[in-house]
């Protein structure tokens, strides 16, 4: 087989920067979503040119205030005291209005789902990145896109992207979700086939992947959530017949072993 190597997704590297943003708007977008809309003279030279960028996160302990590091030439410098958990987030980043917004999904226990729960406007919060983006050509005939919650902020990015195209390729997306009710965070885009799998079981999603009829010519293959899943998942397009440049599988997160 052929491989056109000029269409091959490209990486672009970004200006690291660490930014203290402030709470705008605090939204309910989904069933299973809320929606943090951030700004600030610190978002200014902002950019993102990939659909599943990773915007790093941070979330000091209640009552403290988290110094942003500083990037330098000998590498960034962290200021003195804790350093607060961090999570990874797809930007969703409007220009126009020059805000970003953060999805987060809800669960108990999660302390960034836990945060954005009670966040606020005025709130602040800090980010850093995305250090780098993936830039994968739109114009790909046949794309198809699996994912869990973890990833529905990124394939709702792409997807939005995709609709404003003259002619829109040839899209299924495969989406597993514990609850029906979070189907709603997709439900604006039409022309589109979307499946969804509901309870997380992924041999079902696995055997659905089997039936589906890839183009060998002109594709692009995006897997995504929890890591042996996606794994598990991706291992079927592991073979000559696939072009690994126009596959990408990618770890979102990983199921914590159980307590003894």
């Known amino acids: 087989m052929t491989k056109n190597t000029s269409r091959y997704p490209q990486r672009v590297r970004n200006e690291l920067r660490f930014r203290e943003l402030t709470v705008l708007r605090v939204e309910r ?3 299973g979503f809320q929606r943090i809309v951030l700004g600030g003279d610190a978002l200014d030279g902002f950019s993102s040119h990939g659909f599943d960028d990773h915007t790093k996160v941070f979330f000091p302990e209640p009552g403290c205030h988290f110094v942003p590091p500083v990037v330098t030439d000998e590498g960034i410098v ?8 961090s999570r990874d987030y797809t930007p969703l980043y409007d220009e126009a209005r020059h805000e970003l917004a953060l999805d987060f999904y809800m669960h108990d226990g999660g302390v960034a789902s836990t945060w954005a729960m009670n966040a606020g406007e005025g709130d602040k919060l800090t980010i850093g990145g995305p250090r780098g983006s993936l830039v ?5 005939a046949y794309q198809v896109y699996v994912c869990d919650e973890s990833g529905m902020p990124a394939l709702r990015r792409r997807l939005e992207s995709l609709s404003r195209l003259a002619v829109r390729p040839n899209v299924t997306a495969l989406v597993s979700v514990q609850d029906a009710a979070y189907q709603d965070y997709l439900a604006h885009l039409d022309g589109f086939t979307i499946e969804w799998f509901i309870g997380h079981d992924a041999q079902v999603v696995n055997e659905r992947l089997s039936r589906l009829a890839v183009s060998t010519d002109d594709y692009y293959i995006w897997i995504t959530g929890e890591g042996k899943v996606v794994k598990n998942l991706s291992a079927r397009f592991e073979t000559e017949a696939f072009d690994p440049q126009r596959v990408r599988a990618a770890a979102y997160w990983h199921q ?3 307590a003894d």
């Not at 962290?78 to 958990?85: K, M, Q």
């Not at 994968?136 to 790909?140: F, M």
């Open 29 to 31: 977008v989904s069933a």
């Open 78 to 85: 962290w200021a003195d005291g804790v350093r607060p958990l």
């Open 136 to 140: 994968v050509p739109e114009d790909y």
């Open 256 to 258: 914590r072993k159980a």
